[in-house]
């Protein structure tokens, strides 16, 4: 990862003095993370690649505010979360994310089956228990693999609350899933 951050900072550094080839690569390296994490919070291929292509868009005209270009990835993510927020907003003001249910559907279309249908049955389920926060907290730390303070600042929260939003989400996940554990082991 410390390799990668270098060679995304020597990148983010040419593509500041104008190497579009650069920011090509950059895009190359992070597009299928950050169109499978807007896939997850709004459960549709069109709109997490259009949102994708903004989020990229977005991030190429301030790629000179990057302060620190160690921190691309979180930026990056934060400017995809600020477009898919805004989409919210913008297409059902009354909800801020879907329903999990098309929200699992869609990550499982983009990663392909991979849990047994009864197993993706209970975890959809699971997270149907989830307040939005609480599913994109576990989004982030469990399927994209970032650290609290990364996280803290794609939510634009402290790193404590992350913690509890993912704490929270965790105890209800273990609470709706230990059954399905204890019943398939009992076979």
Known sequence: MIFRAVEDAD????????????FNALVSR????????LLRLTA???????LSQDAFLKAYQNLRKLDDPAR????????????AYSHFRRRRP?????????????????????FSPDLSLAVTAALDRLTPEQREAVVLKVYEGFKFDEMAEVLD???????????????V????????????GAR
């Open 173 to 184: 996940l273990k609470g709706e899933l230990a059954p399905v554990k204890t019943a398939r």
């Open 157 to 171: 929260a402290p790193v404590s609350t992350v913690k509890s939003r993912l704490y929270s989400a965790l105890e």
């Open 11 to 22: 990148l983010i550094a040419r593509a500041r003095r104008g190497d579009v080839e650069a």
């Open 72 to 83: 691309f990835g979180p930026w990056l993510y934060r400017i995809a979360h600020n477009e």
């Open 30 to 37: 992070w597009e299928k993370r950050v169109f499978n994490y």
């Open 44 to 50: 549709s291929r069109e709109d997490a690649l259009d």
């Open 94 to 114: 009354e909800t801020a994310l879907p329903e999990t249910a098309d929200f699992e559907r869609a990550a499982a279309a983009a990663a392909g089956p991979v």
